[in-house]
Every structure is written in C-alpha cells, then in structure tokens.
C-alpha cells in the first residue's frame, strides 16, 4: 500500500505520485493535457479565495500541485534539489531572509549563497522554510493568488518554448520556474494556514484519494469530471 507520511520529503512524494499514479499519466495524458489539469485546478482554488472559501482552496491547491508533481515526473525533472537551489533559505531575486524585494527593489536577480546545513529535510519543513523567506503578514491572500497565476503563465510559457524547440537552455528553464511555482503553493498554503503535509497524510492514507488502488484504477472519464 503506497500512503504518504507526515515526515514525508518532497523526493518521498514525488515517488508516491509516481507509484500511484504514473501508468494512468502516462497512458492517458502528454504534457499539455497535464498542464491543462494543474491550471483547472489552480484556477478553482483562485475562485475559493475570490469567494473566501478555505476548504475549496485548500482542497483544489493540494490536487493542483499534485497535477504538477506528476508532470514533473513525467519530465523526470526532482524537485527537491532544485528547489534548494532556488531558495537555500533566501529569497530567489533579493537573496534575503525575509525577502526584501518590497523595499529594495532589486534590479536584477542577485547571487544566492546558500548555507546546506540549514537545508529543509521534509516537506514541511520546506513550507515552514517558505514562511520564513516570505511572511505571510507581507502581502495579502489575494496577493498570493495573483503571484501563483504569474507564476503559472510563466511556467506554461516555459513548457510550450521547450516543446516547440527541445532546446537543453529551455528545459532549465522550466526547472526553475517549476520551484517557483512551487514557492507560490506554499505561500496561498501558509496564508491560510494549512499544513500542506498533514493535508497529505489525511488525504493519502491509502493509495488513490478516489479509487484507493495503485496503480489509480481511476478511469479517464472520471478522472476529466472530478473536481472538488
Ligand atoms: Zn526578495
Ligand atoms: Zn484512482
């Protein structure tokens, strides 16, 4: 049985991701059929904020982020280094802790020196690490739901550029707008207060959230009508 734990890492769910529900990613959907699920989602969970309704963005993020896993996956690109890379306990552009971009504006991105005995072991100490770099008393909600579809239009943008030309310097580029991306969930997370990894554990405790296999037995029908 594949279940996620609360001391979970990010590379330990990426594979629960993998396990359960690689073979249906890979039968049923390409890159922009995945792309397509992450924004569904996303997009939901933006509708809860708009109507401050915790649970609907609660609930839509995690399985936004879960598309976005599996996509990542698909890509074999690990997240958990590259998210390090990103963000070693600094801002990504100001390279502060907290992030000081509001107040200094930088020009351009700075160079990041990172100290690795600081680095996160689990998820969530990864979000707590978020919480650190960028206080959730910064910037409002709806701040944080306007970044994550910046955010997202930059990634989609990423993926579109690569597939057109299969070029190795975009491919980088998709990494790090993936750990960007990433930081955007775990900023609307620690706005509204949800442990992203106890929500994991809750919701995958056995296997598939809906049809409790692994392999997902769940059938593409239903896979394109679920929604929360
Ligand atoms: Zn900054
Ligand atoms: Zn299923």
């Known amino acids: 049985m594949a279940s996620v734990k609360k001391d979970t890492t990010i590379s330990e769910y990426q594979n629960f ?3 359960v529900y690689g073979l249906n990613n890979d039968r049923y959907f390409n890159t922009e059929g995945m792309l397509t699920q992450i924004q569904r989602f996303a997009m939901r969970a933006l509708k809860g904020i708009r109507k401050n ?11 936004s982020l879960n598309w976005l896993i599996s ?17 070693p306990y600094l801002c ?7 992030c000081s971009c509001a107040a200094t504006h930088p020009a ?6 990172g100290n690795e005995s600081k680095r996160p072991k689990t998820l ?5 690490m978020f919480e650190k770099i960028y206080p959730i008393e910064s910037r409002t909600l709806e701040h944080a739901g306007v970044h994550l579809a910046e955010e997202l239009g930059e990634f989609f943008e990423a993926i579109l550029l690569y597939r057109g030309q299969r070029k190795d310097k975009d ?14 969930f775990m900023g609307i997370f620690n706005s509204i207060k949800v442990n992203y990894a106890e929500e994991l554990v809750s919701l995958f405790s056995e296997n598939c959230h809906i049809c409790k296999k692994a392999p ?3 059938t593409f029908e239903h896979i394109m009508g679920f929604k929360f």
Do not use: G, M
């Not at 698909?74 to 990103?86: M, P, S, V």
């Open 216 to 218: 997902c037995e769940c």
């Open 92 to 98: 990504s552009y100001c390279a502060t802790l907290p």
């Open 124 to 128: 969530a100490e990864f979000q707590i």
């Open 17 to 19: 991701v993998r396990e």
């Open 53 to 63: 309704d915790r649970e609907k963005t609660k609930l839509n993020l995690i399985i």
């Open 71 to 87: 996509l990542l996956n698909q890509l074999h690109i690990k997240l958990e280094d590259e998210i390090w890379r990103r963000f």
């Open 108 to 113: 351009e991105r700075k160079e990041r020196v």
């Open 171 to 184: 491919f980088e580029r998709i990494i790090l707008e993936a750990a960007d991306l990433f930081s955007c």
